[in-house]
């Protein structure tokens, strides 16, 4: 017993000096952090005190414009990496990628989340990044906005590099496996779901009628493709 409390003691110790935030987020029976290490108070400038006292602390540590992605992860959890922005303590926005892996009970049903998150670059400021015109569309690398039709348009990282993918070469048809292995630049490439809800989402806000897209189209049993109109 000592000897297993000591391994646990070491274990949480090194857990502590690890530089990624490494959290167990319980879903059920009541929602809650059972685990946070104390990166998250360098990374996020949350202490995990805190964390444990907010349920909803990690949904409100994300940026608004991209916590419909969250809620689509929470909803089907998924092992790929995740980039999301986060909104520090202080105010500040950082970049994050996440890797989670969910935990089901003895009855199939979402328990917990455990996961890995970590501080990245900016990922929509490339070198030489410029501005690409596509028909009314106007993709502002470098400011990372986009406008239709003169409508500043507000994006998530993700959709900001899928959209740039799908515009720079109208026509090709993109895999769904192509297109999550550039989204998380992995040979991980999720599952199906992940790439629909991205489309979705992307979709409803530059179509005039998403259920009727004219920009991203389906390509039956291919993937997707982008058409200027």
């Known amino acids: 017993m000592g000897a297993q409390l000591m391994r646990s003691t070491q274990l949480e110790e090194l857990a502590d000096r690890a ?4 959290y167990r987020y319980r879903v059920r029976p009541t929602r809650g952090f059972d685990y946070v290490n104390g990166a998250a108070t360098r990374v996020t400038g949350f202490t995990p005190e805190e ?13 608004p414009d991209d916590r419909t992605v969250l809620s689509a992860l929470t909803e ?36 917990a989340i455990e996961g890995i998150a970590r501080e990245i670059e900016d990922p929509t400021r490339a070198p030489g990044a410029t501005i690409r015109l596509v028909g009314d569309l106007r993709i502002d690398l470098a400011l990372q906005r986009v406008f239709v039709d003169g409508r500043l ?11 740039t993918l799908l515009a720079e070469h109208p026509g090709e048809v993109h895999s769904r496996e192509a297109i999550m292995r550039h ?22 806000k530059i179509e005039r009628d998403p259920r009727r897209p004219e920009r991203i189209l389906t390509v039956r049993g291919r993937g997707y493709t982008f058409a200027a109109v």
């Open 19 to 22: 530089p990624d935030i490494i």
């Open 51 to 63: 964390h444990y006292a907010d349920p909803d602390l990690g949904f409100k540590l994300v940026h």
């Open 76 to 111: 089907a959890p998924s092992s790929a990496p995740v980039v999301l922005r986060w909104v520090r303590k202080d105010g500040t926005t950082i970049w994050t990628e996440q890797r989670n892996t969910p935990v089901y009970d003895a009855s199939g049903r979402l328990a």
């Open 153 to 163: 348009v507000r994006l998530t990282p993700s959709e900001l590099r899928l959209l």
């Open 183 to 204: 989204l998380w630049q992995s040979a991980h490439v999720g599952n199906k779901h992940t790439c629909e809800t991205h489309i979705s989402s992307l979709r409803h």
